[in-house]
């Protein structure tokens, strides 16, 4: 296979991993910067010397060109762009989604693709608008659907060629297109026209979108995010297990004046002071960027820096196992984005099975974080503890000769034996102060026991202030206040 | 006045201020990096370049080194540090908490500060420990004060001496520590020994002891957080009125192989990847930083820059009005700033006090935002409202007949006329889908309605969704499903 796809670590459903394009391997998560070969704020050769392993260009605007086309077809598209990393190339989909049309096809923009030399090729898939109905959707999915099997028909199944995935708005399309797309052999799956979705802030159907295909796709397929580019939500899409972006934005956004950060966009000219560590803003004061002859040069480098810091920050989230703290912490800078978070906590279930076992650390960050996949899954795992006939569940305090089985109690995850008081989760998690809805999801705890244990009793022993929540969360239970 | 303050932008009860010390001015809030002239992994020229435009030193090391007494003496500190800012001088206060005692007295170090030419004097004040009982922390908060009194008796009170608020755990004493220390005349004002809280993430009672100098501080005294140097609670300290921060830990934590972040440390060992976007973090693998000769100069370059770029992001959520927004960020990085990011709301009727009318928005980021200032101020300005007899609430849709007002309704605000709309805190908020803790906030906005309209008569309209909520906090109110 010409594109594989290895994932090293994961945490919930994001993955560090490494993906092989010929003899060429990019670590992933992985920004590609979009370099329009027209305009080059910021070249390839200064991208390179960022770490940056991958980029992303349009074959199409090359294939178009007076200036580069002849020069693309005789000295490959690396020459032309001095890059000697990975390179992907849009096949004209993109200028489709815009203008309506292209004067190319489908198999003339892969040979052309070939040709120059590109990495990975891009069929002319169709990017259906999420505004188009459910007949548009499915036509030119099938279309889509059409041209992919073409590309491996005409190719070969070992050329590096990435299989889109369409569909809409319509979650049971996006999962068909995963399921064929996977049936069709393709491991490097471009998740498309998603981008109407991220500018109108609809994250929580950009989450039901990408939950959908990421059903059907193989687990072994690399997921690249189609024209995310603003760093707010890489934490949040990698939580969904897509491993690759990439970024036009930084160079947009900069000949218009605007100035990236993880948790929003500035103006450059309502911005008082300049809030990031990069070079540029630690060597500069934001009234000199504002009025530099290279403002817009200057600006695309803050914008790429803070975008691959946060690819770096996610990479260190997964390996720590702290990227629900991340996507957290990401996902409450803008409401649109709390919305998309709390739709991606409904799917709990859902995203536990594919999250690691153990994990540095499990820190709360409010309410949000008693719905996180390790308090499901430690809760889950209750009902198989082996317990005696009369158990008590000590929110203080010790054990005592009446009952059979102590268990101890730690919010949100619920009853404890003091065998797991050093495992993960209940042993690293940190936690404020005990609160209502941490209680209230530990008692959700206590009542899997109570369901996978009917012939036991149970017994809570807990300050008086937990009271109401322990007999609202499970009825008739006996509660004691005093010191056993 | 040797030292002033002013304040231009505030938010909470956060300041961008301008602090003029004799005839330097510097902007606040401000980091005063630590130079021990012994150790200069970062000098301050190129801390200089970096625009700090503040330092603090030690005005004990000086007075004991064989190396730089003299020449401070001869030449000035100004000219043996190289730096042309303000340099403020501790007296030998910190030699004292950790030696428990010091080769100097008040008055000395005091005219050892002038006569190196220091920009900003500490007196010999007593950092009692927070863990020390309370007949020790009068005590020696009585000293502390008497040396306060006797710098300005030989001194003078136009001299730019700090004056220090001690009281160690003990908010009273820390308010008594304030109000003497205001009523000596000072305007310059170090909250002194809350390293200890700090370095056992005791942010709760960090809380405490500050918002209880700042109840009796003047408003227009500069306030220095002694030894707050982690950037991950400088915005927790801004929104309670502190101004100026003091880094050490840049240096030492470097030494130490420890990189700072916003949202905690990490050791260098233990790093994938460099989370970062500052030019060193963008030139360096992970590997090369953990193996370079200079490793402490690159991290302690790399801890200036994020404890900088913190600063500038705290100035600018201030001129925003979005101070709120980054103190919920930075406080949910760990548990127990989350105490005390909560135990700050429970201060929110005192914050309303001093915080400004109109921000550039509200974005809704949890639970936690039901009790920021914003809420409480409306819906204290709600009883002000002239309403008629028959009052209509309505949740959803317009305006009926039968009813002398109609109000609308937007959680966690509450009920707001038309003529409010657009206007802050109801027009530029935004939200995501309502939640429980929203409406049920909301409805304590009806709540005050209802109390300061005796005479008018409330019916609320509602989704079927909201209702048990609405009954809940309102008890026996007319509420309306079906659309009116």
């Known amino acids: 296979m010409a594109i594989a796809f290895e994932s090293l670590y994961s945490d919930i459903a994001g993955r560090c991993g490494k993906l092989t394009v010929g003899k060429k391997t990019i670590r992933t998560p992985a920004l590609l910067p979009v370099i329009n070969p027209h305009l080059q704020l910021v070249t390839p050769r200064e991208i390179r010397s960022m770490g940056v392993e991958a980029l992303i260009t349009n074959a199409y605007i090359f294939s178009q060109s007076k200036q580069y086309r002849e020069r693309a077809l005789a000295e490959g598209v690396h020459k032309v762009l001095d890059f000697d990393g990975v390179i992907m190339t849009d096949s004209g989909s993109f200028q489709l989604s815009v203008y309506g049309q292209v004067s190319i096809t489908n198999t003339e923009t892969l040979s052309f693709q070939r040709d120059i030399g590109s990495d990975i090729w891009v069929p002319l898939d169709i990017p259906t608008s999420p505004a188009s109905d459910r007949d548009t959707t499915e036509r030119e999915l099938g279309i889509t659907l059409q041209r992919l099997a073409e590309a491996h028909q005409v190719f070969g199944r070992d050329a590096p060629i990435a299989g889109p995935v369409q569909g809409g708005s319509f979650t049971d ?135 691959l810091a946060e690819i770096s920050r996610i990479r260190q989230a997964i390996t720590d196992g702290t990227l629900w703290e991340l996507v957290d912490e990401r996902c409450r800078g ?131 202030r937990w009271e109401a929540i322990v007999r609202g969360e499970l009825g008739t239970i006996e509660v004691r206040n005093e010191p056993v």
């Open 173 to 307: 399309l996006r999962e068909r297109a995963g399921r064929e797309v996977t049936d069709l052999g393709f491991s490097f799956c471009p998740i498309g026209a998603v981008v109407p979705l991220m500018e109108s802030y609809r994250y929580r159907d950009l989450v039901s979108v990408v939950m959908a295909a990421k059903r059907t796709l193989s687990p072994s397929a690399c997921v690249h995010l189609f024209g995310a580019g603003h760093p707010s939500m890489f934490a949040l899409a990698t939580a969904m297990g897509c491993d690759l972006f990439d970024s036009a934005a930084y160079a947009l956004y900069a000949k218009e004046g605007r100035y990236l950060t993880t948790h929003g966009s500035f103006r450059i000219g309502e911005l008082a002071d300049l809030p990031c560590a990069c070079h540029v803003c630690r060597t500069h004061t934001v009234e000199e960027v504002r009025t530099a002859p290279d403002r817009d040069r200057l600006l695309a480098f803050h914008n790429l820096y803070v975008t």
């Open 334 to 464: 803008h409401p649109q984005l709390l919305a998309g978070y709390r739709a991606l906590l409904d799917t709990t279930a859902t995203l536990e099975l594919r999250d690691r076992v153990s994990k540095r650390r499990f820190f709360y960050r409010g309410d949000e974080s008693c719905r996180r996949t390790e308090v499901f899954r430690y809760q889950q795992m209750l009902s198989r503890l082996v317990l005696g006939e009369k158990v008590l569940i000590a929110f203080e305090g010790g054990t005592r000769d009446e009952f059979s089985d102590t268990l101890f109690f730690k919010p949100p995850f619920g009853p404890y034996p003091k065998e797991l008081k050093e495992t993960f989760p209940i042993g690293p998690s940190e936690l404020p102060d005990w609160d209502d809805t941490m209680v209230r999801t530990g008692c959700r705890g206590i009542h899997v026991l109570m369901e996978s244990h009917p012939d036991s009793r149970f017994v809570v022993l807990c300050n008086p």
